[in-house]
């Protein structure tokens, strides 16, 4: 394949996808989150203004890019093709976030100047909806109780204690890099368990 690649950087990361891709070279996986977390992450930032929802957008890239790697060609670097997927990856989230918080104020005119205002969704879930997402929690807790302790703790920690990455490292005295990555790891196997349970959820 003609490579389209002019910088030391693009070939570089070029290699690194090579050896993700080819060989599964866990070091070169990680080594491509070490070069662009800090640059994703804050694109993120300033796409959602919120840390929290920053991080938890850079790492469901980076398991979107990964998973995704067959697909990448040299055509352009891996840093604009992981920051297109970041971009859209944040859009999709900002959307689902609006329209779940439409304005109280929405109306709109038929053709025969009637208003007609949107039913409104409540912050407050009715009774149905209380125990479906009750049900859904437990699914999701004992689905977590089945990963390798290594994943559970970390898992547990970050979504259920809902501590910071950097709070992880520190607690569990595991570098910042293989949080992450373990991390990753854990949310892809969740994915594939909970898409197996998809009737459930």
Same mark, same amino acid.
């Given at each position: ?36 977390? &800090? ?72 053709? &025969?100047? !009637? ?12 009774? !149905? &909806? ?7 929690? !437990? ?63």
């Amino acid at each position: 394949m003609e490579l389209h690649l002019t910088t030391d950087k693009a070939k570089r990361d070029y290699r690194l996808v090579c050896a993700a891709r080819e060989g599964g070279d866990q070091r070169a996986y990680a080594d491509l989150m070490k070069n662009y977390w &800090e640059p994703l992450y804050m694109l993120l930032l300033k796409m959602t203004n919120n840390p929290t929802e920053a991080d938890d957008l850079t790492i469901e890239t980076f398991g979107k890019a990964f998973s995704q790697l067959n697909s990448y060609t040299p055509v352009s670097a891996f840093s604009t093709w992981l920051f297109s997927i970041g971009t859209n990856t944040c859009i999709d989230h900002i959307r689902r976030q609006r329209l779940s918080t439409i304005a109280l104020s929405t109306m709109a005119t038929t053709s &025969e100047d !009637e208003v007609y205002e949107y039913p409104m969704p409540s912050d407050t879930p009715n009774p !149905e &909806e209380a125990v479906i997402t009750a049900q859904r929690h !437990e699914v999701l807790r004992n689905l977590v109780k089945q990963l390798k302790p290594k994943y559970r703790q970390l898992v547990e920690l970050r979504f259920f204690d809902e501590l910071s990455y950097d709070e992880i490292a520190q607690l569990t005295a595991l570098p910042l890099g293989t949080v992450k990555i373990r991390l990753l790891r854990a949310r892809n196997i969740l994915a594939s368990m909970i898409n197996e349970k998809k009737d459930v959820l």
